[in-house]
């Protein structure tokens, strides 16, 4: 029996870097350092044009920082909101992170995809702030984002998470447009596209 | 700075000890092996009623085994499709399963919930095989399995991912009930449950 029974993933040095001194003060803010994240994570090769970052509503503290690593770990769930999501759990000891009654909330530089989605909801955020939408960063970069429901924002708000869209949304499209021109040009792998595009989307 | 860098999810022994030796020829018998799985996990105390494995279509070898992982692991985004297919990433040291024309499958005791939908998704299986329904499981286990889209088997064939269900069914459903128990008497934490029993369901 040789079966792997290890998974280990590590953020890139670069991130940390990127990440120090950064005004973190408003939503725009927060939304800002993750468009710069998600372009040095692909002009770094690291993974997609993505990135995400969990904050403290009562402190506004940074918890976690996360970006898509899927080319860089050699994983498929390594999508941003994942890894800041689960970074945030290790350093808070904790898989809910809103236990006893904190608020942290989940700022990515675009609507998550179905599987960032159900990560989302299971992790204990209470707020999650986005650039831009689903169906713009799939006609942009050519990525599948995946059928969410159609009562998608509803559904979190059931379940206590509050959603705001389009927070620098046109600075989040540059990120994802200056992507898809190196999509076009073949210059990057866009890695979870087999088939992607003959998907009819609603 | 002093953020958390690293994520590190580590199987527990007892899972390949329990996978050794098991006849996986059929469909039913790969499915028997995950409701042992799924069963011994929640009694092992590592998490909840699931496990997953992945084979391998074309040898019918064995590529990975995942248990559900979010006590264990202190990380909500372990469940244990994400697990399974992780470490067969791991194994075969590609983020595509479907590398190359490969033709993997997905085993799990019961249907994914709207995370592992999309891990699923953008894993690179080509076929995925079910026991227990979400919505039994959710009557059963008080687990939130969140919304899927109505058309979500239809999804994953469009992206040619075909989708088994109902097999072993019962015996999926008795490990399910078993788990139910064990919540309604108070021997164990549903670590979704906030406020899920509020949730509507379509």
């Keep these: 029996m040789t079966l792997a029974t290890r998974i280990e993933i590590t953020l890139p040095d670069w991130v940390l ?4 001194g950064a005004p973190l003060g408003t939503d725009e803010e927060r939304i800002a350092l993750t468009n710069r994240l998600a372009r040095r994570n692909f002009l770094e090769g690291t993974g997609g044009p993505f990135a995400a970052i969990v904050v403290d509503a009562s402190t506004g503290a940074l918890v976690s920082v996360g970006v898509n690593l899927v080319l860089g770990s050699g994983l498929s769930v390594t999508h941003a909101e994942v890894v800041a ?11 809910d992170l809103g236990a006893d009654g904190a608020r942290r909330e989940l700022y990515v530089n675009g609507q998550p995809c179905v599987q960032c989605y159900g990560a989302t909801m299971w992790s ?4 999650v702030v986005m650039g831009a939408d689903g169906a713009e960063i799939e006609r942009l970069t050519k990525f599948d984002e995946g ?9 979190f708000e059931q379940r206590g998470i509050e959603v705001v869209r389009d927070v620098l949304r046109e600075e989040a499209l540059d990120v994802h447009r200056e992507y898809g021109a190196l999509v076009a040009s073949g210059g990057v792998t866009v890695y979870n596209a087999r088939g992607a595009g003959a998907i009819e989307k609603e």
Tied chains: 1, 2.
């Design 17 to 20: 870097d990127e990440v120090d």
């Design 85 to 95: 999501l689960s970074l945030a759990q290790v350093g808070t000891g904790d898989w």
């Design 124 to 127: 204990g955020v209470t707020r």
């Design 147 to 155: 059928p969410l429901p159609h009562d998608w924002v509803e559904q």
